[in-house]
Nanobody
Framework: QVQLVESGGGLVQPGGSLRLSCTAS????????MGWYRQAPGKQRELVAT??????ANYVDSVKGRFTISRDNAKTVSLQMNSLKPEDTAVYYC????????????????WGQGTQVTVSS
């Protein structure tokens, strides 16, 4: 069974930094794109950033220049968040869009359990 496990959320003051990490567990050959999404109370889940297996990254406009996504290895994606603002407060979810597994073929659109990020003074 393939799972995504996130870590690194918490409470930070405006202007501060946090680093989120997400690691895929299970018998995996490879993962295509990995990314981070967020959902604030009363709002729809939105894309924050994605990164391909080759390292090509995309960001939502509101985080460009402040957040950096990286593939630490084939199964781990991180999100470095700097200059955090109160409007960044949300539950952040890790996503893997296509996972080639050893025993279960190709699995699509896997989500982590979410980690809370709160930016407040």
């Amino acid at each position: 069974q393939v799972q995504l496990v996130e870590s690194g959320g918490g409470l930070v003051q405006p202007g501060g930094s946090l680093r989120l990490s997400c690691t895929a567990s299970g018998s995996i050959f490879s993962i295509a794109n990995m990314g981070w999404y967020r959902q604030a109370p009363g709002k729809q889940r939105e894309l924050v950033a994605t990164i391909s297996s080759g390292g090509s990254a995309n960001y939502v406009d509101s985080v460009k220049g402040r957040f950096t996504i990286s593939r630490d290895n084939a199964k781990t994606v991180s999100l470095q968040m700097n200059s955090l603002k109160p409007e960044d407060t949300a539950v952040y979810y890790c996503n893997a869009d296509r996972v080639w597994t050893v025993y279960s073929g190709t699995i699509y659109n896997i989500w982590g359990q979410g980690t809370q990020v709160t930016v407040s003074s």
